[in-house]
């Protein structure tokens, strides 16, 4: 099957963990973006990176670019390409774009001028023409165009691939998927020490750690991919695939994962999505205040997500809590290695406590940092002196 080039979307600031799972999946690095990794491969690939990319949120299969200054030279060089290779005259199909150039001012116009493009073809040559719209449920066809360059893709995924399928209770404005399979990532945990997650919300950060220690695909759960509606489709590589990949899971753990929250309601829909995810048995959830939270002996990471204090005045209102962040990493988590992820740099220095790491994220729009903190009993030279004499 022929390759070509792939682009691999992502959030800005994802980019290196997703250089790192291309890699551990066994595809080149050909160059990077701040949102995005290109890399080489054929078709089928493209359904092998939807079923395993954590990070990935779409993944774009290169067809043709060219030179083009106007929406109806668009239109030409979009009707020139053999789009019935890749769908029927009975396809769905939907034009999505990232379009910045001066002869178009509204993004929906060049989207028109690709949809217009491939169905006039169809019905020239065939007599017949796919329907379209704007569902991103079966094919997608991607336009980039940026002042005179214009390159041309088929959206594989279709939905993001932060939609895994699992979080049918998202509960107010929960951290990405994709986003926290990459903080997860960020820590470097893989399994064999104990995950705890207060203040879990909806249970993104305890799920995601849950598969990637259980090496189960992320796009397992998913029964719908853009690939599935192109003319090319093989349902037995793609059933080949998911089956490699749920033999290549784990079962257990020998470690735990903690999920807590003081909110009821938070926790119900972190055990639902559990379940639908299939890690609910390996995710142990607990009501109560996070300076409450249980933690095993032993070592490991406490990873938490407080709020930001983005509406008017709530900054003021959460200093008390990030300080009390700090006061539960030096009271209850020695031996631990503590996180705290905020997109608020003021309010972080209420923790108290020097950082080792500063990692760079993006939620959205909002730069947020990943803060690392090694958590000692006493002073840190106290805590050097003591593993001296154990050694």
């Given at each position: 099957m022929r390759e070509s080039k792939i682009l691999v979307t992502c959030a800005k600031g994802i980019t290196p963990f997703?250089?790192?799972?291309?890699?551990?999946?066994?595809?080149?690095?050909?160059s990077e973006m701040i949102a995005g990794v290109l890399t080489q491969g054929s078709l089928d690939d493209t359904m092998k990176l939807n079923l395993h990319l954590r990070t990935g949120q779409r993944v774009l299969y290169f067809l043709n670019s060219f030179k083009t200054d106007t929406p109806e030279e668009l239109y030409e060089k979009i009707t020139r390409m053999p789009w019935e290779d890749h769908l029927t005259e009975k396809s769905y199909f939907a034009v999505t774009s990232a379009v910045r150039t001066a002869s178009i001012t509204?993004?929906?116009?060049?989207?028109?001028?690709c949809k217009d493009a491939i169905v006039d073809r169809f019905q020239r040559r065939l007599g017949?023409?796919?329907d379209s719209g704007p569902k991103r449920d079966q094919a997608v066809i991607f336009l980039h165009w940026q002042d005179e360059d214009c390159s041309?893709?088929?959206?594989?995924?279709?939905?993001?691939?932060?939609?895994?399928?699992?979080?049918?209770?998202?509960?107010?404005?929960?951290?990405?998927?994709?986003?926290?399979?990459?903080?997860?990532?960020?820590?470097?945990?893989?399994?064999?020490?104990?995950?705890?997650?207060p203040m879990c919300?909806?249970?993104?950060?305890?799920?995601?750690?849950?598969?990637?220690?259980?090496n189960k695909a992320a796009g397992l759960l998913r029964s719908n991919y853009g690939f599935m509606?192109?003319?090319w489709y093989n349902a037995f590589a793609w059933n080949a695939f998911r089956k490699a990949a749920r033999e290549a899971g784990r079962k257990t753990l020998d470690c735990k994962i903690i999920a807590t929250d003081n909110d009821q309601k938070a926790i119900q829909s972190a055990r639902q999505n559990a379940l639908t995810a299939g890690v609910d048995r390996l995710i142990e959830f607990k009501v109560c205040d996070f300076t409450e939270t249980p933690l095993p002996e032993g070592n490991g990471l406490v990873i938490m997500n407080p709020n930001y204090g983005e509406r008017m005045g709530e900054a003021a209102e959460l200093e008390s809590t990030y300080k009390a962040l700090g006061d539960f990493f030096k009271?209850?988590?020695?031996?631990?290695?503590?996180?705290?992820?905020?997109?608020?740099?003021?309010?972080?220095?209420?923790?108290?406590?020097?950082?080792k790491r500063r990692i760079p994220f993006f939620n959205g729009e909002i730069e947020c940092r990943l803060l690392e903190f090694e958590v000692y009993e006493g002073s840190k030279e106290r805590a050097l002196d003591a593993t001296a004499l154990k050694e």
């Open positions: 997703l250089k790192e799972e291309l890699r551990a999946l066994g595809f080149p690095i050909l509204d993004t929906r116009f060049a989207n028109l001028k017949r023409r796919p041309v893709y088929l959206d594989t995924s279709g939905e993001p691939l932060a939609k895994r399928g699992y979080r049918k209770i998202p509960l107010g404005a929960p951290m990405q998927e994709t986003l926290a399979a990459a903080v997860v990532q960020a820590t470097g945990w893989n399994g064999k020490s104990h995950f705890i997650n919300g909806s249970g993104t950060l305890a799920i995601e750690a849950a598969l990637l220690a259980l509606h192109l003319k009271q209850k988590c020695q031996g631990y290695t503590g996180y705290v992820f905020t997109g608020n740099s003021e309010l972080a220095k209420r923790i108290g406590l020097k950082t």
